[in-house]
């Protein structure tokens, strides 16, 4: 079937205004995570959800970003008054949740972001 | 708290030669290792895991735990296997997955 889909796949705003990023996982898939992809900063975690409800969202870097999902499938991110040091590739992962075993991440190809 | 080590940004090796992608973590409990790859335009993906003990593309990783170490070999580098390689940990049935920074594969030919 369809992979993780994300879009818009490139996004470019100015600085202060409000952005949506949207992920739709893989059917079935009851686990979803937001990464961010900045050059030299590795993979950062942002936020990750168990159906509709997000148990870890410790890595939401301010109050400005904010997720929801949805109906356990879509979710978005969005990123309020944008400045220039989010720009970064965003990246939406979904899994199978099967308890102990730790089923693969299967990764969307990104939004990349840049705040002007 | 987890986090993931890997020491080198960039690597270049020859065809034909020998490779080893490093990788340290830091963990308390019983920790789950991966490696994920990222080839050029294409979307993040699993390499391998230490729990399935294979060998993908000839690459295989064994963990450490005495030296808290996962690194990624291979024997006979090829110039496809050219990519940015993630290490990645979680905590045995956890659901975090905590990457470290990704090292830049390159295989001359």
């Known amino acids: 079937g369809a992979g993780v889909s994300q879009s818009p796949s490139n996004k470019v705003t100015e600085k202060g205004k409000d952005v949506e990023l949207r992920c739709d996982p893989i059917?079935?898939?009851?686990?979803l995570y937001w990464y961010r992809q900045s050059l030299g900063q590795g993979l950062e975690f942002l936020i990750y959800?168990?159906?509709?409800?997000?148990?870890?969202k410790s890595g939401l870097p301010s109050d400005r970003f904010s997720a929801e999902r949805t109906g356990g499938s879509v979710s978005t991110l969005t990123i309020q008054r944008t400045q220039q040091e989010d720009s970064a590739v965003y990246l939406c992962?979904?899994?199978?949740?099967?308890?102990?075993?730790?089923?693969?991440?299967?990764f969307g190809n990104g939004t990349r972001l840049t705040v002007t | 708290a987890q986090r993931v080590t890997q020491p080198e940004k960039l690597l270049s090796v020859f065809k034909g030669a020998p490779v080893e992608l490093k990788c340290n973590y830091s963990?308390?409990?019983?920790?789950?290792l991966f490696w994920y790859v990222q080839y050029s335009r294409q979307r993040l993906q699993l390499l391998l895991r230490?729990?399935s003990r294979e060998s993908i593309k000839g690459f295989t990783a064994d963990l450490n735990k005495g030296e808290t170490s996962f690194h990624l070999k291979k024997p006979f580098a090829q110039e496809e296997d050219s990519a940015m390689y993630y290490c990645?940990?979680?905590?045995?049935?956890?659901?975090?997955?905590?990457f470290g920074e990704g090292t830049q594969l390159t295989v001359n030919p």
């Open positions: 992962a979904s899994r199978v949740d099967r308890g102990e075993i730790n089923s693969p991440l299967h």
């Open positions: 059917s079935g898939h009851t686990a």
């Open positions: 990645a940990l979680t905590r045995a049935g956890g659901s975090r997955l905590t």
């Open positions: 959800f168990q159906g509709n409800s997000a148990p870890d």
């Open positions: 963990y308390s409990g019983s920790p789950e």
């Open positions: 230490h729990i």
